[in-house]
C-alpha cells in the first residue's frame, strides 16, 4: 500500500467514477481499476460499491478515505518541513483560548510572533473552555489553550501553568479569603458550563456551602464590571484583571481550599503539525512562562515540569 494507491482511491472516491478518476489522473482505466481490487486486498474488506452509474464507498471506504486524506495532509506537512528548512516558518496559525487566558496572552504573543515569524499571521478566537477542544479535534483551531477538565484523547497537550481562583468585591481587607465567606454573599458568576463555576460549584457542595448565584453571566468582562459596581460579589483567576486590579475592587485570594485549575497547551494529534505551527506553539508557552516568571500573570505559578 503507497501513497500514490492512496491519493489514487481517494480520487476514484471523490469523482465517484473509475472511469472519471483514470481520466484525471491519466491512467488506464483497467490499471486504475486493478490498483482499487488491490487495496480492498490489502485492506481485508470491500472499499468501494460498483454499478453501472459508477462506484460509491461502502461504511469501511468511508472511513478509509477520510484516514486516508489525514494520513495525505501529514505527508504535505512532512514535505513542508523540507521546503521550509533553513527559511523562517510561513502560513497561518489559529489560537483558541478562553476569554482570561487570552486576555493575557493576546498582546505579548502577536507582538512577539511578528517579531520573530513576520511571515507568520496568527488567529486568535476566544471561546468557553469546553468548546474549545471540540473545536480543536474538528480542525477548526491549530492550537488550544485549555483547562485540564478540557483535555480528551486525540490531544497532545502539555500542562505549563496553575493558576488560583480570587473572590473580586468582597468586603475585606485581608489578601486571602475562607471559602465559607461565600455563604450567602450575593454572587454574579459564571453561566454553565464554565471551568470556573465548575470548580466553585464542587468545592461548595463538598464543604456544604450553599451559593446565592443572583445572575448567571456569559461574559467575564461583564461579571468584572457588575462586581466594580457593588451588584454582586464574584469569582475569577486573577488573569481577568490583567497586570493590577482596579484600586476600587477588592481582590482576595481563595484559600481553605484554595481553588486552583491547570492550564495546557493542546495541539489535535491527527492533524499535521506544520513548521508554523509547531514554532507558534513553542513561542505561546514561552510567553506564558515569561509571564508567570515576571509576576505579570499574578495568582497563577509554572507546573513543576516547567518550575
Request: aromatic share 2%; hydrophobic share 45%.
Amino acid at each position: 500500500m503507497d501513497v500514490r494507491r492512496i491519493r489514487n482511491f481517494v480520487s476514484v472516491v471523490e469523482t465517484g467514477s473509475i472511469a472519471r478518476a483514470a481520466q484525471v489522473l491519466h491512467i488506464a482505466q483497467p490499471a486504475l481499476s486493478a490498483q482499487m481490487k488491490r487495496m480492498e486486498e490489502l485492506v481485508g474488506c470491500q472499499l468501494l460499491s460498483r454499478s453501472s452509474r459508477g462506484v460509491t464507498p461502502t461504511e469501511a471506504g468511508v472511513e478509509f478515505c477520510r484516514r486516508a486524506r489525514e494520513v495525505l495532509a501529514q505527508l504535505e506537512a512532512l514535505q513542508a518541513v523540507g521546503r521550509e528548512a533553513g527559511t523562517s516558518p510561513t502560513g497561518h496559525v489559529v489560537i483558541g483560548a478562553p476569554a482570561s487566558t487570552g486576555n493575557m496572552i493576546a498582546v505579548p504573543l502577536l507582538q512577539a510572533a511578528r517579531e520573530r515569524y513576520p511571515q507568520v499571521s496568527l488567529g486568535l478566537q476566544e471561546s468557553p473552555s469546553v468548546y474549545l477542544g471540540e473545536l480543536l479535534l474538528r480542525g477548526r483551531l491549530d492550537i488550544a489553550v485549555l483547562f485540564e477538565e478540557g483535555l480528551a484523547p486525540g490531544m497532545h497537550s502539555v500542562p505549563v501553568i496553575e493558576e488560583d481562583l480570587f473572590v473580586l468585591g468582597l468586603k475585606t481587607r485581608s489578601r486571602e479569603v475562607d471559602l465559607k465567606r461565600l455563604q450567602g454573599v450575593r454572587l454574579v458568576m459564571p453561566a454553565r458550563p464554565n471551568s470556573v463555576r465548575s470548580l466553585l460549584d464542587r468545592a461548595c457542595a463538598e464543604q456544604g456551602i450553599a451559593l446565592d448565584v443572583v445572575a448567571d453571566v456569559s461574559s467575564p468582562y461583564t461579571m468584572v464590571q457588575l462586581a466594580r459596581a457593588g451588584v454582586g460579589v464574584t469569582v475569577l483567576p486573577w488573569s481577568m484583571l490583567g497586570s493590577s486590579a482596579p484600586p476600587e475592587l477588592t481582590v482576595a485570594r481563595i484559600v481553605n481550599p484554595v481553588l486552583t485549575r491547570t492550564i495546557a497547551v493542546a495541539t489535535a494529534i491527527d492533524l499535521p503539525q506544520s513548521p508554523s505551527l509547531i514554532a507558534v506553539r513553542s513561542l505561546l508557552v514561552e510567553i506564558m512562562k515569561g509571564l508567570v516568571a515576571s509576576s505579570q500573570w499574578q495568582g497563577a505559578r509554572l507546573k513543576a515540569s516547567h518550575a
